[in-house]
C-alpha cells in the first residue's frame, strides 16, 4: 500500500501565499513524477503542476510565475508553493504520485498513479 498525506491548505487573502506539501509513504521502490491537481466547483481537475524525478517541471499557463513546485526524493515529499493568489486558484487541490513498487517495475517500466485525499484551498477577502 502506497499512502499520501497532503497538508497546508487552508484559506488566504488575494495576494496571499500558501505552501503544500505531499508526503508519501508505504510500498515504495522508486518514484517516477509528482504532481498537483486542482478542482473547483463545477469544473474538470486540471493539472497544475508536475515534477519528475530527474526535477524537470511543468505547469498549467495560468500559474505560470506564481506557482513553484518542488521535491524532497529523501523524504518523499513534494511541494507547491503558491504566491500572488487569486480568488480562481480557489479549488480541491490533488496530490499525485507515480510510484515503482519493485525494482522489477523500473525494469519494466511500469508503476501506479496514487491520489492523496484533496486538499481545500480558498482564496477570499
Known amino acids: 500500500q502506497v499512502q499520501l498525506v497532503e497538508s497546508g491548505g487552508g484559506l488566504v487573502q488575494p495576494g496571499g501565499s500558501l505552501r503544500l506539501a505531499c508526503a508519501a509513504s508505504g510500498s515504495i521502490f522508486s518514484i517516477n513524477a509528482m504532481g498537483w491537481y486542482r478542482q473547483a466547483p463545477g469544473k474538470q481537475r486540471e493539472l497544475v503542476a508536475a515534477?519528475?524525478?530527474?526535477?524537470?517541471?511543468r505547469y498549467v499557463d495560468s500559474v505560470k510565475g506564481r506557482f513553484t513546485t518542488s521535491s524532497d526524493n529523501a523524504k518523499k515529499t513534494v511541494y507547491l508553493q503558491m504566491n500572488s493568489l487569486k480568488p480562481e486558484d480557489s479549488a480541491v487541490y490533488y496530490c499525485?504520485?507515480?510510484?515503482?513498487?519493485?525494482?522489477?517495475?523500473?525494469?519494466?517500466?511500469?508503476?501506479?498513479?496514487?491520489w492523496g485525499q484533496g486538499i481545500l484551498v480558498t482564496v477570499s477577502s
Open positions: 499525485q504520485v507515480a510510484v515503482r513498487k519493485t525494482y522489477a517495475d523500473v525494469v519494466n517500466d511500469r508503476y501506479i498513479e496514487v
Open positions: 515534477i519528475t524525478s530527474g526535477g524537470g517541471t
